[in-house]
């Protein structure tokens, strides 16, 4: 902070001529944000909200951001692709600066994070919203080449569409095979949802169809709801298989479209969608904020990593304690790093970090169902708020269901707007 | 019905002995209006940039923006007792907030300060 502020000092003695927002406190602070997610863009926005003199530089190699939450209504043909994506010229109108390139690496010791094109970016702070990467090592077989032929989908994109492309081509009375790992992963109900929507799909194209699913543990987010309604909707044309009954898969073939179980069960597939285990995105093993788990340990306050200084974390990348690796947590994340970040820079007190998330799940068109939960610190440590976790009730009438439904297309709509304008 | 005692007993502890006066009537002490920035933060996820829901939603969750700060309040301290019927994810959330936190956040929505952290 000492160093900032001579830097401060010099520039304003320099620049008379600049508005006085721009010699506000903290003015000329650089901060570099990689990742234009969720996470990355929301601190992006809200930098430029509460902390005007800041400069904001948001790397992010795509032009328009595909987002995993609705990529399963595009699966199952609710949605356009168009739909879930989102360009960047309502941040730039706030006055970020974009630059589409990939991050490569990161010098904490000089500050600066070098992109592909080889230009450098120098930073006060940086944060990291780079949402994950698979582990191509963790799961025998699958690798990049094999994910071209059983695709993960599990980020937005060329994925997304071969997975669909997949479905429509797959044979009425053909099999759909999911791949689900242990926790932690991107979006904990997000395979559940995903099966639910496929077997909506297929129930209306391709009713002779059927889906497994192999599982590597025995529970998983809102699991009492989705199996009451799966029973209800697609009754026994949708098989999980569990941990205990030999649901974790060790081995993938994806030219037979096989998998085989730590039993040594075999399953061929006609569409086989594994989804392997996953870590922080590349670039935050290259600045050294992940740990030997392969995620981002975090200060709860501010996010700040606790491996390196200067250095934000949020969003799937962080280890943030219970809160779930979902767009909402990244989204309320970002405004907290965002906060902590403008207070730090002109020398006032930090607010109070406060997460809320909720995550909606869509079982068929007008059949929704939510997990909620909200978090703060307390005695350093992320924890939730007593009562405040919990899920849709079981039973509840359609009318329940209807109405969550309803809520998670309002809610994509209201994020994507407070996040990207649109 | 206990659940909405319980929430009065923790802002006002003799109110519930007395007549039960809503928590709406106890001024408590403000909160930074940074850490109201940041609450009001968690809300428009869902209802939208401002407290307000965009055009493309289809108006299944409310507006908080343009309502007043009495009405806001009234219904989060419902919302936080259990007291409305239909209700999704509400009753959770509002576990999260104290009797200040909502106070704030039903005069943030109604009329938020322009000074931001």
Known sequence: MAALHRRQLLLGAASLAAPAVVRAQGAGARVVVVGGGFGGATVARYLRTWAPQVQVTLVEPADRFFTCPFSNHYLAGLRSWDSIGHGYDGLRATGVQVVHARAEDVDGQRRSLRLHTGQELRWDRLVLSPGVDMRWDALEGYDRAAAELAPHAWKAGAQTLLLRRQLQAMPDGGRFVMVIPDNPFRCPPGPYERASLVAHYLRQHKPRSKLLLLDAKNNFSKKALFLQGWKALYGDMLEWVSLAQDGQVVRVDARALEVETAFGTHHRADVLNVIPPQKAGLIAERAGVTDASGWAPVRGENLASQRVAGIHVLGDAALAGPIPKSGFAANNQGKVVAAAIAAELSDKTPPTAWYANTCYSLLAPGYGISVSGVYRVQQGRLADLPHSVGVSPLDAPAGHRAAEANHGADWYAAISADIWDR | ?117
């Open chain 2, 1 to 117: 019905m206990r659940q909405a005692l319980t929430a009065i007993k923790k802002c006002a502890p003799w109110a519930a002995l007395v007549l039960l006066l809503p928590c709406a009537a106890q001024p408590l002490p403000s909160l930074p209006v940074q850490d109201v920035a940041l609450l009001a933060g968690n809300c428009v996820t869902c209802h939208g940039p401002g407290g307000r829901p965009p055009a493309e939603a289809s108006g299944s969750i409310p507006a908080l923006r343009g309502r007043s700060s009495a009405l806001l309040l009234e219904r989060m301290q419902a919302f936080k007792a259990g007291r409305v019927a239909g209700a999704t994810v509400m009753p959770l959330l509002m576990q999260g907030y104290d009797t200040a936190q909502m106070q704030a956040l039903a005069r943030w929505f109604a009329a938020p300060p322009t000074e931001t952290p």
